[in-house]
């Protein structure tokens, strides 16, 4: 009996939306937070934006809705909500640099994420084989370490080079892309 892939289509569809999401929501809160240091020059307010209180405490109830909902619905869903509020946001940042609007952003962001990584999660057991989960669990779980470790790297490079505008329009882009990519992935559920 032949061993089934690993990297399938809705897989491998699923782990480069992922990919997309969380080193884009890193790479964005990093750079978001960099821009409060410079704009405020205070540590207390970069380290309050950076803050991740919503993702842990509503991680759980992420967990209840992906148990519940089609996963690549809450998927979808939460990534074109992204792009429309790093758009609206960019709007709102044209007008004015407001630390409430950076604030209400970042801990927008940390919701989603809190949502997001449980869809993923929930995910696996249905798009692997018995024999591949542990290796898909892994591949997951490497994508999301890596984007913790690397997206804030990124995103102080990138804003040190680039600035925030940039990075807004092109994290609103891949979130957008993200979104329209993960509709033609199919979860069983």
Known sequence: MKPKKLFHRNFSLMIIGQIISLFGNAILRFALSMYVLDLTGSAAAFGTILAMIPTVLLSPVGG??????????????????TAGLIAVFTLLFTVSDSLWIIGLLMVLLSVIQSFYQPSVQASIPALTADENLMKANSVVIQVNALANLVGPVLGGF???FFGLMPILIASG?????????EIFLHIPF
């Open 158 to 160: 990138l804003y040190g």
């Open 64 to 81: 209840i809705i992906a148990d519940r909902i089609n996963r690549r619905n809450i998927m979808v869903a939460l990534d074109f909500t």
């Open 173 to 181: 882009l891949c979130f957008f892309t993200s979104a329209v990519m």
